[in-house]
């Protein structure tokens, strides 16, 4: 089977190779053809020039007439250079000895002897036809462009009135169009394109040095009612295509090593492969046929054991039904373990409420402490109208923080209501040296936080921001909406913190939440920080919520607090508590 698929792989690859090769073969003679024709008729533009042969021909008596004969033939050559990009010199040689040229280096010394030269003596014998000259490692007229390669052209002018020689077009063009087009012939590394005239001479080619050549001579050319040729019989395959327009012949040479190396590697593997699968089957057959049977039957006693929970008694198997005893003893196992699972669930809920709990009960005594030292600095000064207010706004605050249902959820609304009590509060205690602003969108009203998540954040704005700073104080509540994440921004012009400061901050929101007997040691209880707001926020909608802290000292702090925006008709009322 390995023989056969050997060959077989071998003759199909053979045969679409060799099909792949004549595509591309034919499609670069096609290129050449259409590039040809692209040069030939810039050539036939410059020729068909009523101006150019006018001025190439007269002979001006007065010099400046002459300078500007001249500037005006440099004009009409320099419009043909850049009508190509490819283009690197233009030259006309007129019959009286002038030379005048248009190319990429102005700067140039003119061969004086380029009359003695091949590529001159087979365009001076040309009849007015294209002249392909093929490459040339350097421009043959200007002696300063020697380093890079051009391909040369070139054709015979005539009056078109007179059918009289005027001189010889030579334009030079950069070879790389034509280097690219013979890449496409190239169907493996190993692949030689060259391209001859009609005397067996290479124009161009991709054999790199040390190649050993082959005898180009004997290469079949296609003859005129075949366009491709392809030979197969020698140690290579050879494509071989015309190109109508030059005359030139296009070879592709792949050595048959390159088209069989797919398969050699192929079959190596297909051999290897075949070798494991083999000793790997025989391996496997003896080990299934020995043990597979025994260790299933002690599984299925093991497992009534534990089903009966009996562990130390030993049970002896002796059915054909292993595998049906094994998948029922499984499939009870998965159901106690599926009530075992649900259970662990519901006591995971449990702790996670109590420790919202715990977190939410830290608020009343903080708060508590603070409202009441306040309470009594404004009896110190028996101020009983504005001590009403307060009075009226704590009890409002109490009430609100008093009533911990469903996990001590609320609405934002709520929250922003409590706020406000609070903000009263706070203002009549700075006596006018606070400024508060709530600029919440309706549209959140709704949206479900812990209670007591903006308070706090509030509180340590007022205390350690714009208080210390002793002069007016502003402070801004607001949301903004970004991609299903509400954020609700707390702003202050306080003192702001240093950059040590704010870093040990950010840094306290990112450890994870300590365990209550060490929170209940701790020697000094500061209140409720923005710490307990995120760990909060984040027991209730996850790690990708909670509090952000960006501050700048002098300048103030900005806190903004990130929850999830639930979407439409998910808000569910009858586990939010509006206090």
């Known amino acids: 089977m390995?023989?056969?698929?050997?060959?077989?792989?071998?003759?199909?690859?053979?045969?679409k190779v060799s099909d792949i090769a004549e595509k591309n073969i034919s499609q670069t003679a096609g290129l050449f053809n259409l590039m040809l024709q692209g040069y030939n008729s810039l050539s036939k533009s410059l020729n068909s020039n009523y101006e150019l042969t006018r001025l190439l021909q007269e002979t001006a008596s007065n010099p400046s007439v002459a300078v500007m004969n001249e500037?005006?033939?440099?004009?009409?050559i320099g419009a043909a250079y850049y009508s190509r990009n490819d283009v690197v010199g233009i030259h006309i040689l007129s019959n009286d000895g002038k030379v005048y040229s248009y190319e990429r280096q102005f700067a140039g010394v003119i061969d004086n002897n380029y009359a003695q030269t091949e590529w001159y003596k087979k365009l001076g014998e040309s009849s007015g036809n294209m002249v392909w000259l093929g490459l040339y490692p350097g421009s043959p007229i200007n002696t300063m462009q020697q380093q890079e390669k051009v391909f040369v052209f070139g054709r015979k002018l005539y009056d078109l009135t007179s059918h009289k020689e005027i001189g010889i077009l030579v334009i030079e063009t950069n070879p790389s169009p034509i280097m690219e087009a013979l890449s496409n012939v190239s169907i493996s590394p190993g692949t030689r394109v060259y391209i001859l005239d009609e005397d067996n001479k290479i124009i161009a080619s991709s054999e790199q040095k040390g190649t050993k050549r082959p005898e180009l001579d004997k290469l079949p050319r296609p003859s005129p009612d075949e366009s491709i040729v392809v030979d197969k019989t020698s140690d290579q395959l050879i494509v071989a295509a015309n190109t109508s327009m030059a005359g030139w012949t296009i070879y592709g040479l792949t050595p048959n090593k390159d088209i069989q190396a797919e398969v050699y590697q192929t079959t190596k593997v297909l051999i290897i492969v075949v070798l494991v699968l083999i000793i790997l089957s025989a391996v496997l057959a003896s080990i299934v046929s020995r043990n597979i049977a025994s260790p299933l039957k002690l599984l299925i006693r093991e497992m009534k054991k534990v089903e009966m929970g009996n562990f130390n008694g030993s049970v002896d198997v002796n059915s054909f039904d292993e595998i049906n005893s094994l998948v029922s003893s499984f499939n009870r196992m998965v159901y106690r373990m599926d009530e075992l699972i649900e259970t662990i669930k519901i006591s995971t809920v449990s702790e996670k409420n109590a420790q919202l709990q715990a977190l939410q009960a830290q608020v009343n005594p903080h708060f508590l402490y603070n409202t009441l030292d306040m309470i009594y600095w404004m009896l110190d000064e028996q101020e009983n109208e504005r001590l009403s207010r307060v009075v009226l706004s704590l009890s409002q605050m109490f009430r609100y923080s008093s009533n911990w249902e469903e996990a001590s959820r609320t609405t934002l609304g709520s929250e922003l209501e409590q706020i406000r009590h609070y903000l009263t509060i706070i203002e009549t205690r700075l006596g006018g040296r606070l400024h508060t602003e709530i600029a919440a969108d309706e549209l959140?009203?709704?949206?479900?936080?812990?209670?007591?998540?903006i308070q706090p954040i509030i509180e340590n704005a007022v205390k350690y921001g714009l208080e210390p700073q002793g002069s007016i104080g502003f402070l801004k509540v607001s949301t903004e909406a970004h991609g299903g994440k509400l954020h609700i921004i707390i702003e202050d012009n306080g003192v702001g913190m240093d950059e040590q400061t704010l870093t040990r901050v950010k840094e306290t929101l990112s450890q994870r939440q300590p365990e209550a007997s060490n929170a209940g040691q701790s020697g000094q209880r500061r209140g409720i920080g923005l710490r307990n707001v995120h760990d909060r926020l984040v027991m209730m909608f996850g790690e990708t919520y909670g509090l952000q802290i960006q501050s700048e000292l002098k300048q103030g702090t900005t806190v903004v607090i990130t929850i999830p925006i639930p979407?439409?008709?998910?808000?569910?009322?009858e586990h939010i508590d509006r206090g």
Do not use: A, Q
């Open 567 to 573: 979407l439409k008709g998910e808000i569910d009322h």
């Open 2 to 15: 390995s023989i056969l698929y050997y060959n077989r792989t071998l003759s199909i690859i053979h045969s």
């Open 444 to 453: 959140w009203l709704e949206v479900t936080l812990p209670k007591m998540t």
């Open 71 to 76: 500037r005006t033939i440099t004009n009409i």
